[in-house]
């Protein structure tokens, strides 16, 4: 095997609590027979976590990781976009960040930068790097983590405002709802639509900043930062894991085999160095 046949990766994701605001999606209306209470504990559903916030949390790992080798990453939004805060664009312009596209010489062919190469962006191109949604379910053993699915507990948080007035008694003067998702351990599926040893590099890099620095609210995911949730401890799982190797790391009952231990070690002594190398060599090449 060399390095650039890799083409399916999975990324391993644990947290306590999730908040995506209102963007999980849950099947609860199956369970509910117009008898759902959705803060019964009972009540345990799954759902669908879309990709759009796992997608941006990553890719703002990957730009830091090209930050730290000392480039500039591609903006994330569009230039000429009607940002409210025209401020905001040139303040990150002169912080790490290169105008959206500005790293594409010409208008046909040219990749540009390796994060645009990989997210896309003009003309309807697509990104590189296909990002997938994560289904979950409280259900264990009903949980595929090869077709990056995880364990979790859909949970409906509920908060009472309470008026600060002596007079008032703690009444509450209006209650507020999030979508939450508890004890979530899963796959994240990510596939390269192009092959190249440098995406794989910067995924390696961009996973371990993001686990070291998962309690910086930057770099957590999701919403409700400020109380704990989207603090994930993730890690790429060895690519040279075969499906049942894949599925025996999130065995809570079962170690790792001999063979699992054998490709852990040729992965961090000849794989993985290939693949930072080629994402030196192209970061070096200025892009
Ligand atoms: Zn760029």
Redesign the pocket.
């Known amino acids: 095997m060399t390095p650039v046949e890799i083409r399916d990766v999975y990324v391993r994701l644990e947290t306590d609590l999730l908040v995506v605001g209102d963007s999980i999606v849950t099947d609860r209306h199956h369970a509910s027979n117009g008898n759902y209470e959705d803060d019964d504990p009972q009540n345990q559903i799954g759902g669908i976590i879309p990709a759009f916030p796992l997608s941006g949390w990553l890719r703002h790992g990957m730009e830091r990781v090209v930050q730290e080798y000392g480039r500039t990453?591609?903006h994330p939004g569009e230039a000429n976009a009607n940002f409210r805060m025209a401020d905001v664009y040139d303040r990150d312009l002169e912080s790490g960040y290169?105008e959206?596209?500005?790293?594409?010489d010409d208008s046909n062919g040219d990749d540009?930068?390796v994060?645009?190469d990989l997210f896309g962006g003009f003309h309807n191109r697509p990104g590189k790097v296909m990002r997938r949604p994560i289904r979950f379910t409280p259900v264990r053993n009903s949980v595929d983590y090869t077709r990056g699915q995880a364990e979790g507990h859909y949970r409906r948080l509920n908060r009472n405002v309470v008026s600060r007035n002596p007079e008032d008694g703690r009444d509450p003067l209006r209650n507020t709802e999030l979508d939450a998702v508890a004890n979530f351990d899963g796959a994240w599926h990510l596939s390269f639509r192009e092959r190249k040893p440098e995406f794989v590099g910067l995924l390696i890099e961009a996973v371990d900043f993001l686990d070291t620095h998962r309690t910086e609210f930057m770099h957590q995911l999701g919403g409700a930062r400020n109380f704990g949730a989207g603090i994930v401890d993730c890690d790429l799982i060895n690519p040279l894991y075969e499906e049942r190797e894949l599925k025996r790391v999130f065995d809570r009952a079962k170690g790792s085999t001999n063979a699992m231990d054998e490709k852990d070690e040729q992965w961090i002594e000849t794989y993985r160095p290939v693949f930072i190398e080629a994402l030196e060599d192209r970061i070096a090449e200025g892009?």
């Not at 959206?100 to 594409?104: E, I, L, N, S």
């Open positions: 990453a591609c290169h959206k596209g500005a790293c594409v540009g930068c994060i645009l892009s």
